[in-house]
C-alpha cells in the first residue's frame, strides 16, 4: 500500500486559483512518479499532470498547459498540483496517484496507488 491524501481542494470563482497537495511518504515522494487525474461528473477520469521521481521530468495535457504547475517538496513528503486561472470546465473530483517509472505516465490504468480525491468547483 501507497498512503496519498489530497487537500487543498474547495469553490473558486472563475480566474481564481487552487493549490491541492498531495501527501505521501518521502519513499513515495522520491521513488515513483506522481500524477494528478480529475473525473467530472458522467465523465471518465482523466489525466491532468504527472511528475517523475526525480522531479527532472515534468507533464502536462494540453487543456491545462500554462496554468497549472505541478511540484515536489520532499522536505514536506508532498507533490502539489497549483491551478491558477480557473475555468468552470475545470471543476472536478481531482485525484493523486503514484506508479513506479515514468512508462505511459498519462494512462490511468499504469497507476496501482491512488488518494480519496478533492473537490474543486469553479463558478461562472
Known amino acids: 500500500q501507497v498512503p496519498l491524501v489530497e487537500s487543498g481542494g474547495g469553490l473558486v470563482q472563475a480566474g481564481g486559483s487552487l493549490r491541492l497537495s498531495c501527501a505521501a511518504s518521502?519513499?513515495?515522494?522520491?521513488?515513483?512518479?506522481m500524477g494528478w487525474f480529475r473525473q467530472a461528473p458522467g465523465k471518465e477520469r482523466e489525466f491532468v499532470a504527472a511528475?517523475?521521481?526525480?522531479?527532472?521530468?515534468?507533464y502536462y495535457t494540453d487543456s491545462i498547459k500554462g496554468r497549472f504547475t505541478i511540484s515536489r517538496d520532499n522536505a514536506k513528503n508532498s507533490v502539489s498540483l497549483q491551478m491558477n486561472s480557473l475555468k468552470p470546465e475545470d471543476t472536478a473530483v481531482y485525484y493523486c496517484?503514484?506508479?513506479?517509472?515514468?512508462?505511459?505516465?498519462?494512462?490511468?490504468?499504469?497507476?496501482?496507488?491512488w488518494g480519496q480525491g478533492t473537490q474543486v468547483t469553479v463558478s461562472s
Open positions: 518521502r519513499r513515495t515522494v522520491i521513488s515513483y512518479a
Open positions: 511528475i517523475s521521481g526525480s522531479g527532472g521530468e515534468t
Open positions: 496517484a503514484a506508479k513506479v517509472g515514468t512508462v505511459n505516465i498519462q494512462r490511468t490504468a499504469q497507476y496501482p496507488y
